[in-house]
């Protein structure tokens, strides 16, 4: 028997139909699946965090998913020369999970630079992969072209190599994430493949899962990131919300409809209002109709205040408790390690070489 498919039906790419196959294992069986995915401390946290990444996570975790999220603060160090401010966005990032609705009592998160077992993976995970693999990233070619340093540093072609640590340290089998990551998830596939054909069987064959927003867009009309001044960051108030929204590029076209392809800055703003009010972007646009961009971004503003609103008292309150907030990261350092250090010596054990 054949399954007719409708001429419409989009044309999944495989991440895509990996995606939409593990969102179904997810909800029949959560308590199989361990999630890792994470930020790096380079920055506020912003609404493509949230709709790309943040949402899935908390509603992972409320499933009883085991869920890792990890502070990558090694990684700020790909595209620039030092780690500033880095404790204040390590503190940051804590808030924002927090008051999303992170439990530390269900949830590790963890940084790098407090998890020595998982960063010695590397060594091995390197000699696993060509020059030739990595140098054709297309994300790492993008971060590149928007990198604030003269020359490329090693660290920056080597770390989708250390993301596969990240995440197969703790044997994570779903990453949510952003468009961006799926090259990264595509080498930690990749690289778990070969050390079980090479070594016998360690490790499982993560998955990426995407969200309904993989890749939302910036006030400039680009990938929407911390570190490019084109971002809204979840802690900003509603009067910094409304400015941010007011700058946004837009189109000519007075009339506002709903399409990606043709007229991506106009298509994100309406998205984004969409997201929020839980409406269907195509109805969306067709209510602001002939409103032009400054009644779009008048409901946009209103929709992202209010759906933000009591996250954003909720950071208030913890950002009130700074010494709890950190006593988070502690105990989910301490977590990260014992995993860490389970997951080294079996990668010993398995390669029978090293100590
Ligand atoms: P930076 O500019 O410093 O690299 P970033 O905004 O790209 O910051 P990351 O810490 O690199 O943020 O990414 C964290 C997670 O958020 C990743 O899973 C990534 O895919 C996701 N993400 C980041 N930006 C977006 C976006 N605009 N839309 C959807 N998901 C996003
Ligand atoms: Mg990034």
Known sequence: MTTAVPASAPVLTPAERRSA????????????????????????????????????????????????????????????????RLQEYTDG?????????????????????????????????????SVAELGRNPTVKDEIAHSRQSAVSGLMYTYPAHQAADILFCKGDVVPVGQDQLPHVELTRTIARRFNERY????????????????????????????????????????????LIKGATTDADRHITYDPE????????VLL?????????????????????????????????????????????????LTYVRSVLREGNERANAVAERTLGEVREAMGTFR
């Open 21 to 84: 196959e593990l969102e179904q294992q997810l909800n029949r069986d959560p308590g199989r699946f361990r999630v890792l995915t994470g930020d790096r401390p380079t920055g506020r946290l912003h609404l493509g965090h949230y709709f790309g990444t943040l949402r899935n996570r908390v509603r992972l975790q409320d499933l009883g998913v085991d869920v890792f999220v990890l502070i990558a603060d090694y990684q700020v160090l790909t595209d620039r020369d030092t780690a500033d």
């Open 273 to 321: 209002a969409a997201l929020c009010l839980e409406r269907d972007p195509h109805e969306v646009a067709a209510e602001i109709g002939d409103g032009g961009s400054a009644a779009l971004k008048r409901t946009v503003t209103e929709a992202v205040n209010a759906h933000l609103a009591p996250v954003r008292a909720r950071r208030a309150e913890y950002a009130a408790d």
């Open 93 to 129: 990032l804590l808030l924002d999970y927090l008051a999303l609705g992170i439990d530390p009592a269900r949830s590790t998160v963890f940084t790098h630079s407090a998890v020595p077992a998982l960063n010695q993976l590397l060594l091995p995970f390197l000699s696993l992969v």
């Open 262 to 269: 043709h007229r991506p800055g106009v298509s994100s703003l």
């Open 200 to 243: 016998g069987q360690v490790f499982p064959e993560p998955a990426a899962l995407l969200s309904a927003a993989p890749l939302l867009l910036g006030t400039d009309g680009g990938k929407m990131s911390k570190s490019r001044g084109n971002s809204v960051p979840l802690g900003a108030t509603a009067d910094e919300t409304a400015r």
